[in-house]
Antibody, heavy 120, light 110 residues
């Protein structure tokens, strides 16, 4: 059974940093691209970043480019999102998702999300 | 403002067939496949349709997807009360080099 468990969210002041983790199980992690998607309170889904199975290729939304870094440790079956220079508008629930069809495909499994609140 | 355009709301009565549209451009829907997600309140999104018209195992055949040019549609037939929730379309965008989502459609079962 595929399981994705996010952690690392919390309350952080503007300008601060946070690292999200997503522990994956139930599938061969290295074989699949992974994605982070966020959802601000009461708003729609926003794609944040994606990474290939090998970790060699990463993609970012313009809204987070230069501030967020996606990475993965295939030996630990874990996906990460390093978030620096956090802004109030980054407040959202962050979901990690397993992709099919590569980074340009679709997400077939999603975690339950971790909440990030950026506020002074 | 989302790159993919969905109607903010849709509605239908039980048993009816409803469609939700998703409009994009040549750089996203026009050149890449579309996926659809259902999100029940307080839960994570769930994959409903992938590769324009394919249903994952476990998704009822009441749900179907189609794509034509730069637009896509999700159809739900035999509408049920449990279908009342939010639906999102998504596609890869070659110009943005990232995935784009529609703004979401809230479906109401009257």
């Amino acid at each position: 059974e595929v399981q994705l468990l996010e952690s690392g969210g919390g309350l952080i002041q503007p300008g601060g940093s946070l690292r999200l983790s997503c522990a994956a199980s139930g599938f061969t992690f290295i074989n699949f691209a992974m994605t982070w998607v966020r959802q601000a309170p009461g708003k729609g889904l926003e794609w944040v970043s994606g990474i290939s199975g090998s970790g060699r290729t990463a993609y970012y939304a313009d809204s987070v480019k230069g501030r967020f870094t996606i990475s993965r440790d295939n030996s630990k079956n874990t996906l990460y999102l390093q978030m620096n220079g956090l802004r109030v508008e980054d407040t959202a629930k962050y979901y990690c998702a397993k992709d099919q069809g590569g980074s340009s495909g679709w997400s077939d499994y999603w975690g339950q999300g971790t909440l990030v609140t950026v506020s002074s | 403002q989302s790159v993919l355009t969905q109607p903010p709301s849709a509605s239908g009565t039980p048993g009816q067939r409803v469609t939700i549209s998703c409009s994009g451009s040549s750089s996203n829907i026009g050149s890449n496949s579309v996926s659809w997600y259902q999100q029940l309140p307080g839960t994570a999104p769930k994959l409903l349709i992938y590769s324009n018209n394919q249903r994952p195992s476990g998704v009822p055949d009441r749900f179907s997807g189609s794509k034509s040019g730069t637009s896509a549609s999700l159809a739900i037939s035999g509408l049920q009360s449990e279908d009342e929730t939010d639906y999102y379309c998504a596609a890869w965008d070659d110009s943005l080099n990232g995935r784009v989502f529609g703004g979401g459609t809230k479906l109401t079962v009257l």
